[in-house]
């Protein structure tokens, strides 16, 4: 079945759809009502229309601005990089930053031909010169995986002309973590990154 193929191929597209839950997907629309469709169809519409970068960060947004750079209490001197919205919204939730974000959308990674201007570096770059001296630290929150430690080293090169502070999360032992239970990367980590206490 040509058709039921096709959708199958869609749902495969997304992230961390398998392809039997792909198959349970276009399954599920088979055998849906045609307004629970067309009610799916058009909430596709309405998010590919109605969201695009908050003009400030590159976070998803609605407006100009989205609801972390529209809130007036958010400290714009502190700006911390992370690579997707979704990291971004892991830190909000732990609800200790009272900064603003710079969202990339993807990390450097040579190896899946992704180069430091097909992300929003240029734009971090451009946003930390326009500010002349106004941003008093960066914090690089990219993940602690290869594309994340080389986005991080070129963005700290990159930055450095025009911030005099420019420091990366934290990595090593989880709290309620076990010491024997760690890689020897995560401990490498914690121990090059311990603090005075």
């Known amino acids: 079945m040509k058709a039921l193929d096709k959708i199958i191929t869609v749902f495969r597209k997304f992230p961390g759809v398998g392809p039997k839950q792909a198959e349970r997907f276009a399954l599920y629309v088979v055998r849906a009502s045609n307004s629970e469709v067309e009610s799916l169809v058009e909430a596709l519409r309405a998010v590919k229309k109605a969201v695009r970068y908050c003009r400030e960060c590159y976070n998803y947004a609605e407006d100009d601005l989205c609801s972390v750079c529209a809130e007036p209490g958010r400290d714009r001197a502190l700006i911390c990089v992370v690579e997707r919205p979704q990291d971004l919204a892991a830190i909000e939730k732990a609800r200790s930053f009272t900064g603003v974000y710079h969202v990339l959308h993807g990390a450097v990674s040579p190896a899946e031909g992704i180069a430091p201007d097909q ?3 240029k734009e971090l770059l451009e946003r930390v010169r326009a500010a002349d001296g106004l941003v008093r630290e960066v914090i690089i929150a990219t993940n602690p995986d290869t594309e994340g430690e080389a986005t991080a080293m070129y963005l700290m090169h990159g930055l450095k002309p025009y911030v005099g502070k420019i420091t990366r999360i934290a990595c090593g ?25």
């Open 119 to 121: 992300i929003k570096i």
């Open 173 to 197: 032992v989880p709290l309620g973590g076990d010491i024997d239970y760690m890689d020897e990367v995560t401990l490498g980590h914690a121990l090059k990154g311990r603090t005075n206490i």
